[in-house]
C-alpha cells in the first residue's frame, strides 16, 4: 500500500521532468541511455546533474549487492545438497552470510562482465520466465496441500483470487516469450539452449557429483505447515 505508490511515483516524476524539458522533442526514438543526466544538465545546471550520476551509481551499486546476495542462496543451497562443491556451503560464523557462495558468484560476476549485456540478456530471459513460472505453481501448490499454512501475507479471494493472480502474468509471460520467438529468434534460441543445457546437467550432476550423499537437513521449525491434504491418502487407496 505504502511502497507501490513510491514506486510508481518515484519512476513517474523524472519521466514528466524529462519529457517536459524539450529533449528529443519529436524524436522520441532519440532517447538514449544516460539522456536523464542530460535531462538534469538543462534543467537545473551542473549540480543537478552531479546529483543524477551520483544516485544513479549508489542505485547501481545497492541493485547489484541485492541481486547478488539474494541469488547467492541457489548455490548455497546446491552446495548444502552436494550438487556443488562442499566449500560454496560454507557460512560466515559472525555475520551467517553464505561466504563461499558469494565468492563464487563474485568470481562468476566478474568473468560476465568482460562480456556484451546483449548477449547475457539473451542466454537468461527464458529462464528468468521458467523461474517465476515455478514461483506461480508453487504457490498454488502450497495453498492447495497446506490450506491452513500460517503466512505473513495471503492472497484473498479464495482460490479465485489465487487464480487471478497467476493468470494475469503468466499471460504477460507466455506473450513475452511468444514475442521474442517471434521478434528475436536469435535470442529466443540462446535461451532455449541454455535452459536444456541445465535440464540435460541435471541428471549427470545427480549421479556422478551428488552420488549418494544426503541433502542438507532443513530447519522447519518455524513454519507451520498446517494439516498435509494428502496425508495418508497412500493408506487409504490400499484399504489400511
Known amino acids: 500500500v505504502i511502497s507501490v505508490p513510491l514506486i510508481i511515483t518515484a519512476y513517474l516524476l523524472p519521466t514528466i ?22 535531462v538534469g544538465d538543462a534543467l537545473g ?3 543537478l546533474k552531479v546529483l543524477i550520476s551520483l544516485g544513479s551509481a549508489l542505485s547501481l551499486v545497492g541493485l547489484f549487492m541485492a541481486i547478488l546476495l539474494t541469488s547467492t542462496r541457489v548455490p548455497r543451497a546446491l552446495a548444502a545438497d552436494a550438487y556443488l562443491p562442499r566449500w560454496m556451503a560454507r557460512d560466515s560464523r559472525r555475520f551467517n552470510t553464505p561466504v563461499g557462495a558469494l565468492l563464487a558468484s563474485t568470481t562468476v560476476v566478474v568473468v560476465l562482465a568482460a ?22 505453481v508453487a504457490f498454488l501448490v502450497l495453498r492447495w496441500r497446506y490450506p491452513q499454512m500460517l503466512r505473513p501475507v495471503r492472497v484473498p479471494g479464495g482460490w479465485p483470487g489465487a487464480v487471478l493472480v497467476v493468470v494475469l502474468p ?17 535470442t529466443f534460441g540462446t535461451s532455449l539452449a541454455v535452459a536444456l543445457l541445465a535440464v540435460l546437467l541435471y ?20 513454519v507451520e505447515l498446517g494439516p498435509d491434504r494428502f496425508a495418508g491418502f497412500g493408506s487409504r487407496k490400499a484399504g489400511v
Do not use: N
Open 17 to 38: 521532468a524529462a519529457i517536459g524539458s524539450g529533449l528529443h522533442r519529436g524524436s522520441p526514438a532519440d532517447w538514449a541511455q544516460g539522456d536523464f543526466i542530460v
Open 203 to 222: 541428471p549427470l550432476c545427480r549421479r556422478f557429483v551428488k552420488g549418494d550423499r544426503p541433502d542438507a537437513a532443513i530447519d522447519s521449525s518455524q
Open 170 to 186: 503468466t499471460a504477460m509471460i507466455v506473450y513475452l516469450a511468444w514475442s521474442t520467438a517471434v521478434d528475436e529468434a536469435a
Open 45 to 47: 545546471g551542473i549540480w
Open 115 to 136: 562480456v556484451d549485456f546483449s548477449s547475457i540478456l539473451r542466454a537468461t530471459v527464458l529462464l528468468t520466465l521458467a523461474s517465476i513460472l515455478l514461483e506461480f
